[in-house]
């Protein structure tokens, strides 16, 4: 079944975009994190405030000035610019790392326009400016659950997705033993290779990526369920020699590599 | 899909996010089925409450019969709880499933489980021996700490005036850093026992204790991430409690409103106190398919991490 929503776009030249988006629990993670970041902000700008007004009304006090009235303004000062602090928060950083603030990016998703484009200024104030209903009367969070495009009143105001992040295609190196190598040969020569799909190819590749954070039993079991599986797939009847589950993935994925190239 | 993508037969792990956002699709789409699960898993939770009491009202002045009640009650009490596990583990199996493509039929699923109703007790219970003995264990160590840094610093635990103000201090802190320490024991505990009876619900030759071990031995690593996980969902349900919260204020308030004295409430107050009994039991008949629906995409998340699930060659010539 499919857990993501998708968006499809098609841009005027024609061509299809696809974004995956990002969902409740990744965007309600994102708002944890932000919310920490800026209430710990918050704190400190004030404390900072606290000591400065305090000197300022001792400064008062010391020439002194009557100010009865000032407490007020006071008042009203910090209440807008804790609110100043909480849109500016989120506008800054929507604007200039491209749609993420710091939760957003540790949750891996990104705010962008309906076509896929970066987010504006614009974008980014309407959206926090509606902020104030949608997170705290949890109206957004109804609207994104049930919404087609998951779209709170911010994103409907603004325009805007929040997508996840394609993980680029670049992988993560792995190691490979030295005797993949040799081995590899011999399998160029014996084996048929071309029986092996792009997609077995990468099932193996993912297999070799992810070895590393498997639990060693299971390791073992996986890498001679798809060794047997793959000698199958070749038709090949003996192995060249003695040899691990684990090295002779390695040595398919090699010469499956020198034979074909690396499609990615 | 991008290209260079693994296929979608092997399966790729999730973010914490994506993992509550699988859950409460999961949810979502078999809404009927869950829900159905969860009433049937309350009510066999309320059934001996309610039942005993009623017995016991209709039989208090015999004093023999009150006696065999009470043994009945605990019987009961056991078997009811023993329901109401095997209902929400039912709810994780049927998720898994769907998780991996192969979807069971809720007949299917009930049978297996229903089978090892009394393991699922055993393994509860086993858990709450844990639990109880580390929380016992912590609780000691950390009273020791603290009494061995208090005479150290030479005033009484009995709280008089410490010496000085450093000594206040740092008792103060002590005391601060060991309750930090004990919560996230806790947290730590409760993340790494999350999933400890997905295993029994899902896979074949697991008992009441090979269950928690699986638990525990799936879980390694991935505690704070379990930990962020449980934590997002429990934000996710808390509009739904606001919202029932809100609705008792709105009953509460004017009920309360022209009386004086604590004792002229007391009529009034039963009625509340039921009501909200009622509403929390609803609150927490809604939410408990999600956290079962969560456990078994964790449960399914480690499995593809530590265990590789579901990587295998394409499925062409063999089954």
Same mark, same amino acid.
């Given at each position: 079944?499919?857990?993501?929503?998708?968006? &499809?776009?098609? &841009?005027?030249?024609?061509?299809?975009?696809?974004?995956?988006?990002?969902?409740?629990? !990744?965007?309600?993670?994102?708002?944890?994190?932000?919310?920490?970041?800026?209430?710990?902000?918050?704190? =400190?700008?004030?404390?900072?405030?606290?000591?400065?007004?305090?000197?300022?009304?001792?400064?008062?006090?010391?020439?002194?000035?009557?100010?009865?009235?000032?407490?007020?303004?006071?008042?009203?000062?910090?209440?807008?610019?804790?609110?100043?602090?909480?849109?500016?928060?989120?506008?800054?950083?929507? #604007?200039?790392?491209?749609?993420?603030?710091?939760?957003?990016?540790?949750?891996?998703?990104?705010?962008?326009?309906?076509?896929?484009?970066? #987010?504006?200024?614009?974008?980014?104030?309407?959206?926090? =400016?509606?902020? &104030?209903?949608?997170?705290?009367?949890? #109206?957004?969070?109804?609207?994104?659950?049930?919404?087609?495009?998951?779209?709170?009143?911010?994103?409907?105001?603004?325009?805007?997705?929040?997508?996840?992040?394609?993980?680029?295609?670049?992988?993560?190196?792995?190691?490979? !033993?030295?005797?993949?190598?040799?081995?590899?040969?011999?399998?160029?020569? !014996?084996?048929?290779?071309?029986?092996? =799909?792009?997609?077995?190819?990468?099932?193996?590749?993912?297999?070799?990526?992810?070895?590393?954070?498997?639990?060693?039993?299971?390791?073992?079991?996986?890498?001679?369920?798809?060794?047997?599986?793959?000698?199958?797939?070749?038709? =090949?009847?003996?192995?060249? !020699?003695?040899?691990?589950?684990?090295?002779?993935?390695?040595?398919?994925?090699?010469?499956?590599?020198?034979?074909?190239?690396?499609?990615? | 899909?991008?290209?260079?993508?693994?296929? +979608?037969?092997?399966?790729?792990?999730?973010?914490?996010?994506?993992?509550?956002?699988?859950?409460?699709?999961?949810?979502?789409?078999?809404?009927?089925?869950?829900?159905?699960?969860?009433?049937?898993?309350?009510?066999?939770?309320?059934?001996?409450?309610?039942?005993?009491?009623?017995?016991?009202?209709?039989?208090?002045?015999?004093?023999?019969?009150?006696?065999?009640?009470?043994?009945?009650?605990?019987?009961?009490?056991?078997?009811?709880?023993?329901?109401?596990?095997?209902?929400?583990?039912? %709810?994780?199996?049927?998720?898994?499933?769907?998780?991996?493509?192969?979807?069971?039929?809720?007949?299917?699923?009930?049978?297996?489980? $229903?089978?090892?109703?009394?393991?699922?007790?055993?393994?509860?219970?086993?858990?709450?021996? %844990?639990?109880?003995?580390?929380?016992?264990?912590?609780?000691?160590?950390?009273?020791?700490?603290?009494?061995? %840094?208090?005479?150290?610093?030479?005033?009484?635990?009995?709280?008089?005036?410490?010496?000085?103000?450093?000594?206040?201090?740092?008792?103060?802190?002590?005391?601060?850093?060991? +309750?930090?320490?004990?919560?996230?024991?806790?947290?730590?505990?409760?993340?790494?026992?999350? %999933?400890?009876?997905?295993?029994?619900?899902?896979?074949? $030759?697991?008992?009441?204790?090979?269950?928690?071990?699986?638990?525990?031995?799936?879980?390694?690593?991935?505690?704070?991430?379990?930990?962020?996980?449980?934590?997002?969902?429990?934000?996710?349900?808390?509009?739904?409690?606001?919202?029932?919260?809100?609705?008792?204020?709105?009953?509460?308030?004017?009920?309360?409103?022209?009386?004086?004295?604590?004792?002229?409430?007391?009529?009034?107050?039963?009625?509340?106190?039921?009501?909200?009994?009622?509403?929390?039991?609803?609150?927490?008949?809604?939410?408990?398919?999600?956290? +079962?629906?969560?456990?078994?995409?964790?449960?399914? $998340?480690?499995?593809?991490?530590?265990?590789?699930?579901?990587? +295998?060659?394409? $499925?062409?010539?063999?089954?």
């Amino acid at each position: 079944m499919r857990f993501f929503n998708r968006v &499809t776009y098609f &841009t005027p030249e024609s061509v299809e975009l696809e974004f995956t988006l990002a969902g409740i629990g !990744s965007r309600a993670f994102a708002l944890l994190i932000d919310y920490h970041i800026l209430f710990l902000g918050w704190a =400190l700008f004030i404390t900072i405030w606290s000591v400065v007004i305090g000197q300022l009304l001792e400064y008062l006090d010391r020439i002194g000035l009557n100010y009865s009235g000032l407490d007020n303004w006071l008042a009203a000062i910090i209440i807008l610019l804790s609110f100043a602090v909480f849109i500016g928060y989120f506008v800054f950083f929507e #604007v200039f790392w491209q749609g993420q603030t710091p939760g957003k990016r540790l949750a891996k998703i990104r705010v962008v326009r309906e076509d896929g484009r970066p #987010v504006k200024l614009t974008q980014a104030v309407l959206r926090s =400016l509606l902020r &104030t209903i949608d997170d705290f009367l949890f #109206v957004g969070f109804f609207f994104i659950i049930f919404g087609r495009k998951e779209k709170r009143l911010g994103d409907m105001v603004a325009g805007t997705i929040v997508i996840q992040e394609e993980r680029p295609a670049i992988r993560q190196p792995f190691q490979l !033993s030295e005797q993949a190598q040799t081995i590899a040969k011999k399998l160029l020569q !014996s084996a048929n290779l071309s029986l092996l =799909l792009p997609d077995d190819f990468a099932v193996i590749r993912e297999y070799l990526q992810r070895r590393s954070i498997m639990d060693k039993k299971a390791k073992s079991q996986i890498s001679l369920k798809l060794a047997r599986q793959v000698k199958e797939v070749m038709e =090949l009847e003996n192995l060249p !020699s003695e040899m691990t589950p684990d090295l002779f993935l390695e040595a398919t994925y090699l010469a499956y590599q020198q034979q074909f190239g690396d499609q990615e | 899909m991008a290209s260079g993508q693994v296929p +979608q037969d092997a399966i790729q792990p999730l973010t914490v996010g994506n993992v509550v956002t699988a859950g409460i699709r999961l949810y979502r789409s078999h809404l009927g089925q869950y829900l159905g699960i969860a009433v049937r898993a309350t009510l066999w939770f309320l059934l001996p409450i309610l039942g005993f009491s009623l017995a016991f009202y209709l039989a208090r002045e015999q004093a023999v019969v009150i006696a065999l009640l009470i043994l009945a009650a605990i019987l009961a009490y056991f078997f009811c709880t023993a329901k109401f596990l095997t209902n929400s583990a039912l %709810i994780s199996r049927l998720a898994f499933g769907e998780l991996i493509n192969q979807p069971e039929s809720l007949s299917q699923a009930r049978a297996p489980i $229903d089978h090892r109703l009394w393991r699922f007790l055993g393994a509860a219970f086993l858990l709450f021996l %844990i639990s109880f003995g580390i929380s016992i264990a912590v609780a000691i160590a950390s009273q020791t700490i603290l009494f061995t %840094i208090t005479f150290a610093l030479g005033s009484s635990p009995s709280g008089s005036s410490p010496d000085n103000l450093i000594t206040g201090i740092v008792i103060g802190l002590t005391v601060f850093i060991l +309750q930090l320490i004990s919560l996230s024991i806790q947290f730590w505990l409760n993340a790494r026992f999350f %999933i400890y009876d997905t295993p029994l619900a899902v896979e074949n $030759d697991v008992g009441a204790a090979g269950t928690i071990s699986r638990s525990w031995e799936l879980t390694k690593g991935s505690a704070w991430r379990i930990f962020l996980i449980s934590f997002v969902t429990f934000l996710v349900t808390v509009p739904l409690f606001i919202l029932i919260l809100l609705v008792l204020i709105s009953f509460a308030v004017p009920l309360f409103r022209g009386y004086v004295s604590p004792l002229d409430v007391l009529p009034v107050l039963f009625p509340l106190i039921l009501g909200t009994i009622i509403l929390f039991l609803l609150g927490f008949m809604l939410v408990m398919p999600l956290w +079962q629906a969560i456990k078994a995409v964790v449960y399914y $998340d480690l499995r593809s991490r530590r265990e590789g699930l579901g990587l +295998q060659l394409r $499925d062409r010539t063999f089954e």
